[in-house]
């Protein structure tokens, strides 16, 4: 499978505990976005990386949030301190030009 | 930033029959506009785009137009089939990122 992938599927977690996920990308991609969608709402974005580089970042993506993408090839989100509110899915896309191919999503149930 | 609506939110319509779904967008320098389709517990799938230098574009049964003074655009999905059920998002451009409408969910009744 040559698209993007996302590692978990699905996370469940307690309030309060860190998590992280991980983002494979197109392998020609140069450009990585992360996603958050709630139930009923189209996807919100919260971060962009061109290669290495994290070059906006949502007003959405708050402290408890990091993101990287170490030598420009696959991307890790990391969620510390984890809230109710936090639970959603985590989409990650990526492109070499403006069109954004997304993978399946890592789905994330705080309780 | 942009601001992008949907609607109608909902939009059932026979088997055979034509479905259109219609979209604004807030911010005029936006200039590349997707649709995506999205099936229950599925990734978003990219099915057409359209850039602002072109008005209409078409892919078998699908085709979008972009009216770049209303800054409004929409999706044309004609012969409709069942598994055309699915909710569809619009999205625009703004310094890099997309913005996306919040779904329109498209029910095809056999």
């Known amino acids: 499978d040559t698209g993007v992938s996302q590692d978990p599927r699905h996370k469940i977690t307690k309030r309060g505990q860190n998590v992280t996920f991980r983002c494979d990308p197109i392998?020609?991609?140069?450009?990585l976005y992360w996603y958050r969608q709630t139930l009923g709402q189209g996807p919100e974005f919260l971060t962009y990386f061109q290669n290495e580089a994290q070059l906006e970042k949502s007003r959405l993506l708050s402290d408890r949030f990091s993101a990287e993408r170490p030598k420009g090839s696959f991307s890790t989100l990391e969620i510390q301190r984890t809230e109710q509110g936090d639970s959603a899915m985590y989409l990650c896309?990526?492109?070499?030009?403006?069109?954004?191919?997304f993978g399946p999503g890592t789905r994330l149930t705080v309780t | 930033g942009e601001n992008v609506e949907q609607h109608p939110s909902t939009l059932s319509v026979q088997e055979g029959d034509s479905a259109v779904i219609k979209c604004t967008y807030s911010d005029s320098a936006s200039n590349y506009f997707p649709w995506y389709k999205q099936e229950l517990g599925k990734r978003p799938q990219l099915i057409i785009d359209?850039?602002?230098?072109?008005g209409e574009k078409k892919d078998q049964r699908i085709a979008v137009t972009l009216n770049k003074t209303a800054k409004h655009f929409s999706l044309h999905i004609t012969e409709t089939q069942p598994e055309d059920s699915a909710v569809y998002f619009c999205?625009?451009?703004?310094?890099?990122?997309?913005?996306f409408g919040k779904g329109n969910q498209v029910v095809v009744i056999p």
């Open positions: 999205a625009a451009n703004g310094n890099n990122r997309l913005a």
């Open positions: 896309a990526s492109s070499s030009t403006e069109e954004q191919y």
């Open positions: 392998s020609e991609h140069n450009r």
């Open positions: 359209i850039r602002s230098n072109v």
